[in-house]
């Protein structure tokens, strides 16, 4: 079984295409969103009617569950695109049946997930202690105090979005009773990459997944519509199981995906240049810095 992992579409169309091409040509058998499907970006509607069209199973991100109830905690920039994405959700397009739709299946995303009802795998947006809103961030793993909990509440393999940054955090077991912990950057099949800042000691394009050796690990796939690890292309990943043997390690491997950023950039502007300046234009521009 061949499982590929997006998260953080935030509503960039020109991205999410990008990428379900890509995935077209990887021979998968499955699309899992971990969440964030809408928020900041200018094309809301047609991000959630693909999500619904491709993906098995879909996780409620904060921005989704801030576009449908109230923007709290957020910076102003996240708040206006909230509320600009709720008056888009309004719109009965075409008819009010795809508006009803919509709303339906925002309203219906679960939080947490197990995959398959197979224990070992776990899915979330944002933490395993809380699905929704906690960031756990690369220089979080050289803090095992901080990482034990969340390595506490699932069994084998938590996959979780939210940070936008691509990689994964290993919990290896020791002998002497101290788990100790690292996070490795995910790159793209060729290795290529942008700037980034600190906290990964290494970085990796493919991963065997060791659970038979007792090793958990917290998989973060990357943005699809805003990287945020100083890499502009679009950042997803791939899980392989074996089907002949349940118990066989899994697979990771990481992919990067080119688009046109400045076609986003451009509807942002062209929504201000129409009088609605409620999109900030850095969503736009900040989409060329993978930050």
């Given at each position: ?33 971990l969440g964030d499907v809408i928020g900041y970006g200018p094309d809301p509607i ?58 339906a299946f925002l309203d219906s995303l679960p939080v947490r997930r197990l995959l ?85 000691p290494s970085g990796i394009d493919r991963l065997v997944l060791r659970l038979s ?79």
């Amino acid at each position: 079984m061949r499982t590929a992992f997006i998260s953080d579409i935030h509503a960039n169309v020109h991205a999410f295409k990008a990428v379900l091409e890509d995935v077209r040509q990887h021979d998968i058998d499955r699309m899992v969103c971990l969440g964030d499907v809408i928020g900041y970006g200018p094309d809301p509607i047609e991000c959630l009617d693909l999500v619904q069209e491709h993906c098995a199973l879909t996780l409620l991100g904060n921005h989704d569950f801030a576009c449908r109830t109230e923007p709290v905690n957020f910076n102003f920039m996240a708040r206006d695109a909230a509320l600009w994405t709720r008056d888009r959700l309004d719109l009965p397009y075409p008819d009010e049946s795809a508006r009803d739709r919509r709303i339906a299946f925002l309203d219906s995303l679960p939080v947490r997930r197990l995959l398959d009802e197979d224990r070992r795998f776990l899915c979330v947006h944002g933490s395993s202690r809380h699905p929704t809103n906690e960031y756990v961030f690369p220089d979080d793993g050289a803090n095992m105090e901080r990482m034990k909990p969340l390595f506490g509440r699932f069994e084998g393999i938590c996959f979780e979005g939210h940070t936008h940054w691509p990689g994964v955090f290993v919990c290896e077991p020791r002998d002497e009773g101290e788990d100790v912990c690292a996070f490795y950057r995910g790159l793209c099949e060729e290795g290529r990459q942008g700037s980034f800042g600190g906290g990964t000691p290494s970085g990796i394009d493919r991963l065997v997944l060791r659970l038979s050796e007792g090793n958990k690990y917290i998989v973060n796939p990357g943005s699809v519509g805003q990287p945020r690890d100083g890499d502009s292309w679009a950042s997803w990943a791939i899980l392989e199981t074996p089907d002949e043997d349940p118990g066989a390690d899994p697979v990771l491997t990481f992919h990067r995906t080119n688009y046109d950023w400045m076609l986003v950039r451009e509807r942002i502007e062209q929504y201000r240049r129409d009088g609605d300046g409620r999109l900030d234009p850095f969503l736009g521009e900040r989409l060329g810095m993978g930050r």
